[in-house]
């Protein structure tokens, strides 16, 4: 069973920054991306940024020069640094990852339960 712990969450003010971070455990063959998502009220989860095995990055536009994914390998480990926080960019955050459970399947999408940034104005 692939479970998804993320940490770092919290609030700051704007200007501010914050570090997120999301470990895999559990049995399973690889990873073949991660990546955050986030979420406000009223809303649909939208991407933040995703990197994969091989290290290339996906980011919104609304965070490109800001925020930063980068990824640990051999720890199974995603880390997202945001800097220069906007109020906007509250909300609840989600780690992503698509792991193959075994070699030569299909990667399944996995999700964390979701911690929150809240940045003040």
């Known amino acids: 069973q692939v479970q998804l712990v993320e940490s ?3 609030l700051v003010q704007a200007g501010g920054f914050l ?3 999301c470990a895999a455990s559990g049995t399973f063959y690889s990873i073949s991306a991660m990546g955050w998502y986030r979420q406000t009220p009223g809303k649909q989860r939208e991407l933040v940024a995703t990197q994969t095995r091989d290290g290339s ?3 919104a536009d609304s965070v490109k020069g800001r925020f930063t994914i980068s990824k640990d390998n051999a720890k199974n480990t995603v880390y997202l640094l945001m800097n220069s926080l906007k109020p906007e960019d509250t909300a609840v955050y989600y780690c992503y990852a698509a792991i193959k459970d075994s070699w030569g399947v299909r990667a ?3 999700w964390g339960r979701g911690t929150q940034v809240t940045v003040s104005s």
Do not use: A, V, W
């Open 8 to 10: 770092g969450g919290g």
């Open 19 to 21: 570090r997120l971070s």
């Open 57 to 59: 990055t996906n980011y």
């Open 108 to 110: 399944n999408d996995y």
